[in-house]
């Protein structure tokens, strides 16, 4: 049977035409959920995929498509818990769809913390590496790390590394001096290994990277890449407890997943890698016959 997986993010839609397990066609649009109000994502989903719904009505999606800003909420499940719950049914217009919405986790102890599209990448890393007592680590704007075992998310701790980064070198006084692109892999290394040793320094070595461009004319490239680094290694410094002694399963992008490996290499442990898109596949798809 075709069905259609959809991954609907705040700034885009991504939606995938599948056949059973494997995924024969993929669209994307800018349609995310911070420019839709609640009355506009039926259209939005309609106008990409509207020629596969004669063949192809049901649909599951997940991410902030189902926060309480979204098309319908899908309220977060308490851990620990499976990754996947029962999928929330959308009420919708165009008879020719049939809309469920994976809900999202949450957890109130050890720190209050939420996800939402995670999840489905969480379980289908376990449908692809198999169920392991470990660590997985979900880099991107919110990067995540998550403590599993048995098959059930343990904790989870959130970290807005990306979404630093970007404002850093996009908004802050240190858009002058960072590089767009480019990088030095020595200087990467380094920062890493300097904020995790001392992530209390952290806003004060941020500033050096601004004199360091003005004094000595510092390339741009090693300003990213250092910028990268101290992030990142504050990043591990805080999320110690959930990848310290344990098998670690990293599930990013091509861009992201290099950097995390290499931090992590760094500190003595071997990760795996998974790709995110593959897990994300699989987790829709395992979350359409739970």
Do not use: N
């Not at 960072?178 to 290994?193: E, N, R």
Request: proline residues 6%.
């Amino acid at each position: 049977m075709r069905w259609i997986a959809v991954d609907w993010g705040t700034s885009r839609l991504r939606a995938t035409l599948m056949e059973g397990d494997r995924p024969l066609e993929t669209r994307e649009s800018a349609d995310g959920m911070g420019g839709l109000a609640r009355e506009g994502f039926e259209p939005a989903l309609v106008a990409l995929i509207d020629d596969w719904l004669e063949g192809a009505a049901e649909v599951r999606a997940a991410g902030m498509v189902g926060a309480r800003q979204g098309w319908h909420e899908a309220p977060y499940r308490a851990v620990p818990c499976t990754p996947l719950g029962d999928a929330v049914a959308v009420p919708t217009k165009d008879p020719r769809l049939d809309v469920r919405i994976v809900p999202g986790l949450s957890q109130r102890a050890p720190h209050p913390d939420v996800m939402r599209g995670e999840e489905v990448q969480i379980a289908g890393c376990l449908a692809i590496s198999g169920e392991f007592d470990g660590c997985l680590c979900l880099p991107g704007t919110h990067t995540k790390w998550v403590h599993v075992s048995a098959g059930e998310v343990i904790s989870f701790l959130t970290v807005m590394s990306g979404e630093v980064f970007a404002l850093l070198s996009e908004r802050s006084v240190l858009r002058h001096s960072v590089g767009a692109d480019g990088w030095d892999d020595a200087a990467f290394a380094a920062s890493v290994s300097d904020a995790l040793s001392r992530p209390e320094a952290l806003t004060a070595r941020l500033f050096r990277l601004r004199a360091a461009d003005l004094l000595d004319r510092q390339d741009p490239a090693t300003a990213r890449a250092t910028l990268s680094g101290l992030l990142l290694g504050a990043e591990l410094a805080a999320a110690r407890p959930w990848w310290l002694g344990r098998e670690v399963v990293v599930c990013g992008s091509d861009r992201t997943t290099p950097a995390y490996m290499a931090a992590l290499d760094a500190q003595g442990v071997t990760a795996r890698a998974i790709p995110a898109k593959d897990a994300t596949i699989a987790g829709l798809s395992a979350a359409r016959t739970a």
